[in-house]
């Protein structure tokens, strides 16, 4: 069973860059899709980025497109998300997630907190 701890979170101005990391036990690592997912108090939990088995294939949602990237080392079982030219509204609680290739996530970590400032 794969776990997932998050780290790098923090308070920071708009325009300004974070790196969230997140750590994974298990050496079936590098076998599952890994995301970032974020939920803003009030709001629905949002898909961020996405990563396959292998880091050959990325996805963005709009917002972040651009400004964020997200990559893995399975060597290390890794996940980072890099954010760069942050803006108040990337606000939230980022949670690392992993599942199955094609499949819904099923497994999430703690979560940790994005505070953008204006």
């Known amino acids: 069973q794969v776990q997932l701890v998050e780290s790098g979170g923090g308070l920071v101005q708009a325009g300004g860059s974070l790196r969230l990391s997140c750590a994974a036990s298990?050496?079936?690592?590098?076998?599952?899709?890994m995301g970032w997912v974020r939920q803003a108090p009030g709001k629905e939990r949002e898909f961020v980025a996405g990563?396959?088995?292998?880091?050959?294939?990325?996805f963005y949602a709009q917002p972040v497109k651009g400004r964020f990237t997200i990559s893995r080392d399975n060597a290390k079982n890794t996940v980072s998300l890099q954010m760069n030219s942050l803006k108040p509204e990337d606000t939230a609680v980022y949670y690392c997630?992993?599942?199955?290739?094609?499949?819904?996530?099923?497994?999430w970590g703690q979560g940790t907190q994005v505070t953008v400032s204006s």
């Open positions: 298990g050496r079936t690592f590098s076998s599952y899709a």
């Open positions: 990563i396959n088995w292998s880091g050959g294939v990325t």
């Open positions: 997630a992993a599942g199955p290739q094609g499949a819904p996530y099923n497994l």
